[in-house]
C-alpha cells in the first residue's frame, strides 16, 4: 500500500468528475495526503467544489494559469495553511479551437503562444512557485499523450505542445534533482474527459485504441491515480525525468 500520511499535495487542473486530474486527486487522497483544488472560474465551480467537499479539501480556490493574482493568492493559502508542499500536479492543456482543429502548417502564432503558455510554461510556473515549498524534496508530475511522440489524426497543434512538455518535464527533472525533487510525466491513453471532446472525430481515437491496445480496454482516470499516487510516494523517489504510458500497452503500437 502506498502510504501518503502527513503529505500535502496540489493537484491543478479538476474539472468535473470524469477529469483525469480527479482521478489522481482522489487517488492522492485515499492515500492519506491532503488534497489543495483548483477550479478554472465561476462557471466550472458547481462541477468541482462538491468534488473538493467530498475529499475535504482544505484549500479550494480559483486559479486561471494566466492570472498571477490568482496564483499569488493560491500559494499564499498554501503556506499560510501548511507551510510546505509535497506534490504538485499539473492537469491542464489548451489550444484554441480554430488552431486545433486545423493543419499545424496553418496555425496562428497568437493560437501556438497560447497553447504554449496554458499547456506547457504553466507548470514551470507552478513548479518555480512550489519549489521552495518542497522543504522535504517533493514530486511534480504532468500529463502529456502519445500524439506528442507519433502523428496522430486529428491532435494536431497539441502533438508539438505536448513534445514541448516531454521535453520541458526532462529539463526541470534536471535541474530539481539536486533539492530531491522529482519531476515525471503520466501520458494515459485516449478517456472521455471534458478536454478531450475538444478533438476532432475523438470516438475514432477511442475505437482504435481499444482495437489495438494489447490489453483491448481503455485506461481510467483512476488508474492514472494508481500511478500518480506512487509516483509522490518515496517508494518512487529515484524515478524522475521519465514519460510513463498508461494506456494499456497501445503506445507499443506502431
Do not use: C
Amino acid at each position: 500500500m502506498v502510504d501518503l500520511s502527513n503529505k500535502h499535495a496540489l493537484v491543478v487542473g479538476v474539472a468535473n468528475e470524469h477529469s483525469i486530474a480527479w482521478g489522481v486527486a482522489k487517488a492522492l487522497h485515499e492515500a492519506g495526503a491532503q488534497v489543495a483544488l483548483t477550479y478554472l472560474n465561476e462557471k466550472a465551480k458547481p462541477y468541482v467544489e462538491p468534488l473538493a467537499k467530498s475529499i475535504d479539501a482544505p484549500i479550494f480556490l480559483p486559479l486561471d494559469v494566466r492570472s498571477e493574482e490568482e496564483t499569488d493568492a493560491l500559494f499564499a493559502a498554501i503556506t499560510e495553511k501548511w507551510g510546505k508542499l509535497d506534490t504538485l500536479v499539473h492537469s491542464i492543456a489548451f489550444a484554441p479551437i480554430a488552431d486545433l482543429h486545423g493543419r499545424v502548417v496553418d496555425s496562428s502564432l497568437e493560437g501556438m503562444q497560447v497553447a504554449i503558455d496554458i499547456s506547457v510554461h504553466s507548470f514551470i510556473r507552478l513548479l518555480k512557485r512550489s519549489e521552495p515549498l518542497f522543504k522535504d524534496g517533493g514530486s511534480a508530475m504532468t500529463m502529456s499523450y502519445y500524439g506528442a511522440d507519433k502523428v496522430v489524426e486529428h491532435y494536431n497543434l497539441m502533438g508539438p505542445v505536448k513534445a514541448a512538455l516531454e521535453a520541458t518535464t526532462r529539463q526541470l527533472a534536471a535541474e530539481l534533482g539536486e533539492k530531491n525533487v522529482t519531476v515525471n510525466t503520466l501520458s494515459p491513453g485516449p478517456m472521455l474527459t471534458r478536454a478531450a471532446s475538444g478533438i476532432g472525430d475523438f470516438d475514432e481515437l477511442l475505437e482504435r485504441a481499444v482495437k489495438y491496445a494489447p490489453l483491448r480496454r481503455l485506461a481510467t482516470p483512476d488508474d492514472v491515480g494508481s500511478i500518480a499516487a506512487f509516483l509522490a510516494s518515496d517508494r518512487a523517489r529515484n524515478i524522475t525525468g521519465q514519460l510513463i504510458y498508461i494506456d494499456a500497452g497501445y503506445s507499443i503500437i506502431g
